[in-house]
């Protein structure tokens, strides 16, 4: 094979570093980065390529972190919003022909009980009993269809519902089994549109109900959304409403969160007493810790986003074969430059730094792109889609920028290593012969 001379010595002023005059020096970064910077500008379209990896990689890595951690972070707002120190009673369950029907089938939770805990809980601060159904709700010619909450008025501060417009319900309202309804922001938005509901009557499957309030819009939560539901007083509801003598469940706030332990002792021992049981019968009830729920939804989180990392990082271990593999093509095409370089005094060690350099050049560079890849792609996902974005709830944080630029750099001189021992243990006559 025929060489230009001419192409030659330009490609040798490309790739070798200047010369050196007096005593031999090694190779040094700057040096290395700058020759490698110009063989990538040489070949701009195969150094794209090699490195596409390298972004694809950084990038999902942060995408996917950042959708990870938001949706960790969305669901334990979602825990929180339905309020502090929350402890959730439910009914056991019924059983037929020894047969369960699941938990929350037995009707064994009554009135009489909430007060009971009231009495003998001290790590208690409120509780409230609640019924649930559903029913259609009407104002002239508008209609929905919502579910119905049956609580005490401390339903609204226990699940941290604060009151937008109006009032809530008052105690004197559950003793008459009042026919006043507490409206979320949804209902109020579909039947009123922007008049102002308070004092007016809507109809609840048929019977007459006075609006006295409307809740503050909390938006969508992935649980069961209080905008998209009516609050009456529990004895309204139980009697003329779903015709029922028993208890959905109990909602019940512990003084601290450091007493949410201690109250859920209480309330299993008292619950256990008050339904006759003997010591060595099974609770009837089954008690929901929030933060027991919010501790398993963290870890649920935590594998999710762990998971998601996982998958990015097999793209930026692929982008990182590339690399080798574009570097042992380069070391095969560079042959005779090898045995020149050694021709004139370079060692080992310099041709093995050069092409790590190289690689590591490739790693670096692709993985700053990756990065801003990767944000912008966070950034537009994080949007609402009002904005034209998706509206998915990420959390784009430094921790995952940087370990996902550090493991490219990594991956750039893990990968390098080999094509760099390749070249510098190249015999400089024999390279000299190739052509």
């Known amino acids: ?86 402890l959730t009673v439910m009914p056991g369950s019924l059983m037929m022909g020894g047969v369960s029907q699941g938990l929350g089938s037995a009707q064994n939770l009554k009135l009489e009980d909430v007060d009971f805990l009231l009495k003998t809980c001290p790590s208690v601060k ?49 003793r008459r089994r009042a026919k006043v309804v507490v409206i979320g922001d949804n209902v109020r938005e579909t039947l009123f549109g922007a008049t102002d509901p308070i004092g007016k009557y809507i109809k609840l499957n048929g019977q007459s109900f006075k609006v006295v309030g409307v809740t503050q819009k909390r938006g969508a939560s992935g649980f069961r959304s209080p905008d998209d539901q009516v609050t009456i ?40 007493k008050a339904h006759k049981l003997g010591p060595n019968e099974e609770p009837d009830v089954r008690i929901f810790n929030q933060a027991d729920i919010t501790e398993s939804a963290a870890q649920q989180s935590k594998f999710l986003t762990m998971l998601l990392a996982g998958i990015a990082l097999v793209s930026l271990v692929v982008g990182g074969i590339g690399i080798m593999n574009i570097m042992l093509v380069s070391v095969t095409e560079r042959t005779r430059e090898i045995g020149i370089r050694k021709a004139i005094g370079a060692k080992q060690r310099d041709i093995l730094y050069q092409f790590i350099i190289e690689s590591m050049t490739l790693s670096v560079v692709g993985g700053l792109i990756g990065i801003a890849l990767g944000v912008g792609v966070s950034l537009w996902m994080g949007r609402p889609a009002s904005s034209g974005g998706l509206g998915f709830p990420m959390m784009l944080t ?38």
Do not use: C, H
């Not at 209609?143 to 909450?149: A, Q």
């Not at 005490?152 to 009032?167: D, Q, T």
């Not at 028993?246 to 619950?271: F, G, H, R």
């Open 1 to 86: 094979m025929s060489v230009n001379p001419f192409l030659m010595e330009r490609s040798l002023d490309l790739v070798l570093p200047p010369p050196i005059i007096g005593k031999r020096r090694g190779i040094s970064f700057l040096e290395g980065f700058r020759v490698a910077i110009q063989g990538l500008m040489a070949n701009k379209l195969r150094s794209f390529l090699t490195m596409l990896g390298v972004i694809i990689g950084v990038s999902a890595v942060i995408v996917m972190i950042s959708l990870g951690q938001g949706a960790g972070q969305a669901t334990r707002q979602a825990i929180q919003r339905l309020g502090t120190n929350v």
């Open 126 to 174: 409120a509780a409230t009993p609640e019924v649930r159904g559903s029913a259609t709700v009407k104002f002239r010619n508008q209609n929905t269809r919502t579910s119905v909450v049956g609580a005490w008025p401390e339903y609204f501060e226990i699940r941290n519902l604060p009151i937008a417009s109006g009032k809530a319900f008052n105690k004197d309202d559950v």
């Open 233 to 272: 007083p529990v004895t309204t509801a139980m009697r003329r409403v779903f015709g029922m003598d028993y208890l959905n469940s109990i909602s019940v706030q512990a003084v601290s969160e450091e007493k949410m332990n201690e109250a859920q002792t209480e309330v299993e021992q008292a619950l256990a």
């Open 398 to 435: 430094m921790p995952p920028i940087l370990v996902s630029f550090s493991f490219s750099v990594l991956v750039g001189m893990f990968f390098g290593i080999y094509p760099a021992v390749k070249a510098s243990r190249l015999d400089p006559i024999e390279a000299l012969r190739y052509e």
